[in-house]
């Protein structure tokens, strides 16, 4: 009979579990409501003018159908394809045909062969002892002669 006598004289508060509230309780049984909806502020999407534009949105759809049929819009052979096409060319020795090189990469090439010379030259020229070049510029004028 005690222990009913104790809960009638403290009630137990029913969302705490505690027999006295504590002054948090307020906070704990809030619960939103329509009119607290009604009263924020809701955010709005920011807009990107690019992803709204009619011509980014007419090249992404283009792309999207492209690839849906396997095209390649650039043109271009993708890295895996040339990566596999340089091992094929170095299994075979060379024997696949070579891309066509426009005339710019042609005179890009020779002048890197001609600086290639130049600096196997003065490496040379370096490398080689001083009684070595002395003898062979007595040579050349012996010979000269």
């Keep these: 009979m005690e222990s009913m006598e104790r809960s009638s004289r403290s009630p137990v508060h029913a ?5 006295r509230p504590t002054p948090y309780d307020h906070i704990i049984s809030y ?3 329509e009119q607290d909806n009604e009263l924020l502020i809701m955010p709005k999407k920011i807009p990107n003018p690019v992803m709204n534009s009619s011509t980014h ?5 283009e792309l999207k159908i492209n690839n849906k049929l396997g095209i390649n819009v650039l ?7 040339r990566v ?6 170095e299994e075979f020795g060379k024997s696949l045909p070579e891309e066509k090189k426009s005339d710019f990469q ?7 062969k001609a600086q290639d010379d130049q600096e196997r030259d003065v490496k ?22």
């Design 84 to 89: 596999f096409r340089d091992k094929k060319r």
């Design 57 to 61: 949105m007419n090249m992404q759809r």
């Design 31 to 33: 619960v939103p409501t």
């Design 106 to 112: 042609l005179m890009l090439e020779k002048r890197r």
């Design 75 to 81: 043109g271009q052979k993708g890295e895996l394809d």
């Design 15 to 19: 969302e705490t579990g505690y027999s």
């Design 124 to 145: 040379s020229e370096q490398q080689t002892p001083e009684f070595l070049k002395i003898r062979n510029r007595l040579v050349k004028s012996d010979t000269a002669e």
